[in-house]
């Protein structure tokens, strides 16, 4: 088993900037890819951005240009840099790994969460 685990999140002002932080461990593991998603009350859980073990990245259209992921494979750490804030990026933001484990079919995990909140 591989349990994630995510930091950073707080209360911050429109304008204002957070590093989200998602740390694997458990299981000896490959990373095959790493995301992050965001669900807001009310709202269904979507993707904000993923990067894959190759670097290679995609982002949701409401965060381009604001928001920046990265890895550090070191660390087994996985990191979301936000900046330019805004009250609609108001949510509770989880990190979702796919992983192989030995020789395994790749399987996934997901984090327990963390609020972020934008507002004045």
């Known amino acids: 088993q591989v349990q994630l685990v995510e930091s950073g999140g707080g209360l911050v002002q429109p304008g204002g900037s957070l590093r989200l932080s998602c740390a694997a461990s458990?299981?000896?593991?490959?990373?095959?890819?790493l995301g992050w998603y965001r669900q807001a009350p009310g709202n269904e859980r979507e993707l904000v951005a993923i990067?894959?073990?190759?670097?290679?990245?995609n982002y949701a259209d409401s965060v381009k240009g604001r928001f920046t992921i990265s890895r550090d494979s070191a660390k087994n750490t996985a990191y979301l840099e936000m900046n330019s804030l805004k009250p609609e990026d108001t949510a509770v933001y989880y990190c979702?790994?796919?992983?192989?484990?030995?020789?395994?079919?790749?399987?996934?995990?997901w984090g327990q969460g963390t609020q972020v909140t934008v507002s004045s």
């Open positions: 458990g299981s000896i593991f490959s990373i095959i890819s």
């Open positions: 990067i894959t073990g190759g670097g290679a990245t």
């Open positions: 979702h790994a796919v992983l192989s484990i030995g020789s395994l079919v790749p399987v996934d995990s």
